[in-house]
């Protein structure tokens, strides 16, 4: 407790929990998307991928160009959803970071003009609470969007 006044230490605890909050809603909505794509369209497209791959090596006709030409093919639609995948998934990352970046610039306007650290702090803490709701409504449409995708590939 030296060098510090008690309510200090305090204050920063639900700030960290806070941001930490925001963090783990985001993530758990995410892994719930992803798990629920790679059970739904992923696997099922990797079981083809791999049957398919399994004939390409039956033919015994078939040059060592030829079979790796085949399994080539087999893997490009499965190769083509991860890439959609992860792509959209970094698009909503990176609108999420410019979000809650927009909240730092904000807050850091305000501490500049003067306003109080602990309104500062809280106004922080809405902004970015409403960048993750906002985002966190986004994931039903994604998740459908990227279901959509997904299941015209390869046909």
């Not at 960290?16 to 739904?40: G, I, N, P, T």
Request: with cysteine.
């Amino acid at each position: 407790m030296r060098g510090r006044p008690c309510g200090r230490r305090r204050s920063r605890e639900p700030r960290v929990a806070m941001a930490e909050l925001q963090q783990l809603r985001v993530q758990e909505a995410v892994d719930s998307m992803v798990k629920s794509l790679e059970r739904e369209n992923i696997r099922k497209m990797q079981g083809l991928m791999f049957r398919c791959s399994a004939a390409c090596c039956e033919e015994s006709q078939a040059s060592m160009q030829q079979v790796h030409q085949c399994i080539e093919r087999c893997h490009a639609p499965l190769a083509q959803a991860q890439a959609l995948v992860t792509s959209e998934l970094e698009k909503f990352q990176d609108r999420l970071a410019r979000c809650t970046m927009y909240c730092n610039d904000k807050a850091k306007d305000s501490i500049d003009a003067g306003s109080k650290e602990l309104h500062v702090k809280r106004q922080l803490e809405t902004c970015v609470t409403k960048c993750v709701d906002d985002h966190m409504n986004l994931i039903p449409t994604m998740t459908r969007k990227m279901k959509e995708s997904l299941s015209s590939i390869g046909k």
